[in-house]
Each structure stands twice: as structure tokens, then as C-alpha cells.
């Protein structure tokens, strides 16, 4: 296949975590991937392999479409919780191949229960409650007719899990919030268990939360941006080695992300490059073409900020990244040649481009970048 970059994914990068994140949490806990976004960026069809091969057998996802996705590679192997949308016309779908849903609407309860009644089957849900993220779940007036609902639907419908998500876990700033999101949530629970309707399983956390909040644990964690070997946030990783005593990160970035030089030139100073006038050369230089550019997921904002790696040194992305192309200098670099190797995301030599490590390093950048990644990228398993 002729292609202009290529994806790496890592299965000893990704045991690596699996085994950090088991050890953290004990063997109680189960983890769930989470997969939305693509995984993140890093392509359903070739991760979700991945994370089987580590033993990983529950997945979460956003909706209909990424749980088919998962279906597609792994069939009835492993449990799917879809956390976000279900639309009237993927209940079938849903219910008749047991692919667990949160539920944090009365409607979609009726629904979900008249379905599974003409499929004579049970609709496997998670309810969703309020705590104070204010975004999905029941609110606290409405739960006892949730309750009485899933008393006189029990045959229809199994209540597997009770959840709440977090708003804003990896920020110290937010840390009342989430205390007190907390502690409704355990009234929430004992709400449920005194009205006979006891949840098979508790989960509330994200990464996050799992590590600023252990006690948001409980039976089961939703793991998203760790398993892929970054943090949530630079506080999450500081708290984990102040409380550790620890020096070193302990999770394994799983991706890689290479292109190649597309073409060389030499700039004279005073020079303008790319569109406009966001770079002007301040000395003789030599530049090179990557041909990759917003329209692959290299983000705009790297715009004379990205770094990408040649020859095991650092390289500044120079003007705007362009849609299908990007300038970067390689003044410095001796023998520069076309179709040399150019790294992204990833190491070369001994040097390493994080997904953040272009910017400040900003809460939740890490997210949206990664999942920008373009879904045509080939992806490959490597060891
Ligand atoms: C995305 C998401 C997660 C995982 O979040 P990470 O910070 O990536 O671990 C967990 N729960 C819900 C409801 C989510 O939407």
C-alpha cells in the first residue's frame, strides 16, 4: 500500500500498563477499556486486538456504530457498555446481542423494557445518576420511580451496574466537586439497595479519578487515556509518584506515528515560509516538506509549535501546518535526505515526541489531539 505515514501500535507497551494499572488497582477490580474516539485515535480493529491479547475482556464505548466496530474483531468474546448515545432504532440491535447501555432516561428505560419484551429478552443496562457533573444521568427526584420501574420490569430488565461520571477528576481545583459527587453517589447506592433494587456492580471512575480518588474504584474503573501509556494530566502523574516515592512514569506510550521527508529546500534569511508571514528565517536555513497536515489530524494549533523527530533530533514545525503538508527546520542536521524516516508521535534514537510534549501541556490535550488522528492511517501491531 503506497501511504504517506503509518501508525504503530505497541502490544508490550500496552501489557506494560495493563500490568501497572492491575497491580494498582488489585485484583478485585475490573477494568474496562475505554475505546471511544477511534480508541483514541489509535483505530478500534487493531487496539481492541491488542488489549485482548492482555486479557482486557470488557470495553466501553460511546455508541451503536464503535460497538459494532468491537463486535466486528472480537464477537461474543467479551462484554461492550455503550456509556453515551443509543438512539429507538438500536435497541434491537443492542438488546438481542446483550451489548450493555447506561441509562439516565426514563424514556429510554421504557423503551429499553418494551424491547426486550418483544425480543423476549433482557436488556442489560447500567443507570446513570446525577452527582454534579450536570451533563447525563437521573436526577435525584426521579429515582424512586427508576426503582419501582426496575421492580416491575425485573424480567425484562437486569440491572447490571450503577455509575455516575466525574467532572473534572484530574484537577486539584476541582476537588470539592468531586467529594461531594462522591458522597452522593454512596447515598445514591444505599438509595437503591434499601428499595430491594441492589446494582450488581458499582462504577464511577475514569483515570483520573482512579488515581486522585481511590475510593471511586469500586468494583469497576472506566480506564481510557492510561491504557494508551499518557496521563490525564500532569497533577495526576506528580500525585502518583509523590504518593509512590516513585521517580520514574510508569506507563508506556503505545502509539507511534511516522512519516517521511517529502523534499528538501534552503531558505535565505529574511525569507517568509509557508503561508503569510507567521515564520520569517533569521538565518540560512534548510527546511523539509512532511507530507502531513491538518487533514491527517496534525493539528493547527501546532503551527510553529509541533516537534517531530529526524535523524534522533528534535525538529520545530515551521509556519502553518497546512492541510495536507507541514514545513519543519532541519537546518541543524548534517545529511538530511529525502524519505528519511520522521517521527510524530513517538521515540527515535534516544529522543521522544510525547502527544503533549508540543505545547503546554494543557489539561486534556492529550485527548483531543490523539483522537484527531485520521481513521485511513494504515495502523500496524507491533511487538
Ligand atoms: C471517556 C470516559 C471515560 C474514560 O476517561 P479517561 O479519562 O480517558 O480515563 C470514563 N467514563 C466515561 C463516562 C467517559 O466518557
Known amino acids: 500500500m503506497h501511504t504517506n505515514s503509518i501508525i504503530e501500535l505497541s502490544q508490550t507497551a500496552y501489557q506494560q500498563n495493563i500490568d501497572f494499572l492491575k497491580k494498582t488497582f488489585g485484583k478485585k477490580v475490573l477494568i474496562s477499556s475505554v475505546v471511544k474516539g477511534n480508541a483514541y485515535g489509535h483505530g478500534i480493529p487493531e487496539f481492541v486486538k491488542i488489549a485482548f491479547e492482555s486479557g482486557i475482556r470488557h470495553f466501553s464505548v460511546f455508541d451503536v456504530q464503535e460497538a459494532k466496530e468491537v463486535k466486528l474483531v472480537l464477537a461474543d468474546t467479551v462484554s461492550i457498555l455503550i456509556m453515551g448515545l443509543v438512539q429507538e432504532e438500536d435497541l434491537e440491535w443492542i438488546i438481542s446481542n446483550q451489548v450493555e447501555f ?117 468494583d469497576m474503573v472506566r480506564i481510557g487515556i492510561m491504557q494508551y501509556g499518557l496521563w490525564p494530566s500532569p497533577e495526576v502523574l506528580v500525585t502518583y509518584l509523590n504518593r509512590k516515592k516513585a521517580k520514574l512514569d510508569p506507563l508506556k506510550r503505545v502509539i507511534t506515528w511516522k512519516s517521511s521527508v517529502m523534499s528538501l529546500k534552503k531558505v535565505n534569511l529574511g525569507e517568509f515560509i509557508g503561508y503569510g508571514t507567521s515564520f520569517m528565517a533569521k538565518r540560512k536555513m534548510k527546511i523539509a516538506v512532511i507530507p502531513i497536515g491538518y487533514s491527517h489530524g496534525y493539528s493547527r494549533s501546532l503551527s510553529n509549535q509541533g516537534r517531530v523527530l529526524i535523524q534522533g533530533q528534535r525538529c520545530i514545525v515551521v509556519g502553518s501546518v497546512n492541510m495536507n503538508m507541514m514545513i519543519v527546520d532541519v537546518t541543524d542536521i548534517e545529511a538530511v535526505k529525502k524519505e528519511e524516516e520522521v517521527v510524530l508521535i513517538g521515540s527515535q534514537e534516544n529522543l521522544d515526541v510525547s502527544v503533549a510534549s508540543f505545547s503546554d501541556y494543557s489539561n486534556q490535550l492529550n485527548y483531543e489531539l490523539l483522537t484527531r488522528i485520521s481513521k485511513t492511517i494504515p495502523r500496524k501491531i507491533i511487538e
Open 102 to 218: 447506561f441509562v439516565f432516561d426514563k424514556n429510554r428505560l421504557q423503551k429499553a423494557a418494551k424491547m426486550a419484551q418483544k425480543l423476549k429478552s433482557r436488556a442489560i443496562i447500567h443507570i446513570e445518576v446525577e452527582t454534579g457533573m450536570n451533563r447525563t444521568g437521573f436526577e435525584k427526584k426521579e429515582l424512586l420511580s427508576v426503582v419501582h420501574f426496575l421492580n416491575k420490569e425485573k424480567e425484562y430488565l437486569r440491572f447490571k451496574g450503577l455509575c455516575t461520571h466525574y467532572a473534572g477528576a484530574e484537577s486539584i481545583t476541582n476537588y470539592y466537586r468531586v467529594e461531594s459527587q462522591i458522597k452522593k453517589f454512596k447515598e445514591i447506592d444505599t438509595f437503591f439497595c434499601s428499595h430491594n433494587q441492589k446494582p450488581e456492580i458499582r462504577h464511577s471512575a475514569c483515570s483520573a479519578a482512579s488515581i486522585m480518588f481511590p475510593e471511586t474504584r469500586m
